[in-house]
């Protein structure tokens, strides 16, 4: 089945501690991207990569770092969570963002305490 | 830039019609539509390209006016499936892409 699978669905965390939610696609998309989602302000993007080894700064990337050392996975990285990155975090991924459509994964659920 | 959404909410009856729309501040090249039901991730429903073309998907159909630089999603005889919360996405020519806040649209038997 073509999906985009992200772990964990839920994580309660410390303020500082270091985490990583991962993400995965099967569907040989070139175009991964992550989101965070809060009420109010819609889906506002983080960080995207147009291919392997190539990233790039979305809207809100502060706190924030990815990775994309195989074009299946792309890893989304808080070094040193707080409180103002409680969220909901989509990932996403598409063959070509301009001409299709994204597959996103379930959501990851994160509350930094 | 983010695009604008319209309405924030609507609340229907089953059977009634909806219009949603996004519009842009800049220059579009495409147009995505989602619909997110909650506690769930946004599904694609359609995207429109330049040229002002029109789609369809079952009873729900879209517009491209890239002149206007704006969209429009129409929801004709609504079914309770088609609550929950919709959202536009544009590409402005290789910038960023960028979703709109979203429509919350409710239907009621």
């Known amino acids: 089945e073509a999906q985009v699978t992200q772990n964990p669905r839920y994580l309660i965390t410390v303020t500082g501690k270091k985490l990583t939610v991962t993400c995965s696609q099967n569907m040989n998309h070139e175009y991964m991207s992550w989101y965070r989602q809060d009420p109010g302000l819609g889906l506002r993007q983080i960080y995207y990569s147009m291919n392997v080894e190539v990233t790039d700064k979305g809207d809100v990337p502060e706190g924030y770092k990815v990775s994309r050392k195989e074009k299946r996975n792309f890893p989304l990285i808080l070094e040193s969570p707080s409180p103002n990155q409680t969220s909901l975090y989509f990932c996403?991924?598409?063959?070509?963002?301009?001409?299709?459509?994204?597959?996103f994964g379930s959501g990851t659920r994160l509350t930094v305490v | 830039q983010q695009p604008v959404q319209s309405p924030q909410a609507v609340i229907l009856r089953e059977g009634e019609d909806a219009v949603i729309n996004c519009s842009s501040s800049?220059?579009?090249?495409?147009v995505h539509w989602y619909r997110q039901k909650h506690g769930e991730a946004p599904v694609f429903l359609m995207i429109?390209?330049?040229?002002?073309e029109q789609k369809g998907h079952e009873k729900i159909s879209a517009s491209f006016n890239e002149k206007k630089q704006q969209s429009s999603l129409y929801l004709t005889a609504s079914q309770l499936s088609y609550s929950g919360t919709y959202f536009c996405g544009t590409d402005n020519y290789g910038q960023n892409f960028v979703f709109g806040p979203g429509t919350r649209l409710s239907v009621l038997p």
């Open positions: 429109l390209l330049k040229g002002g």
């Open positions: 996403a991924s598409s063959f070509e963002p301009s001409g299709d459509g994204y597959t």
């Open positions: 800049k220059a579009l090249y495409s």
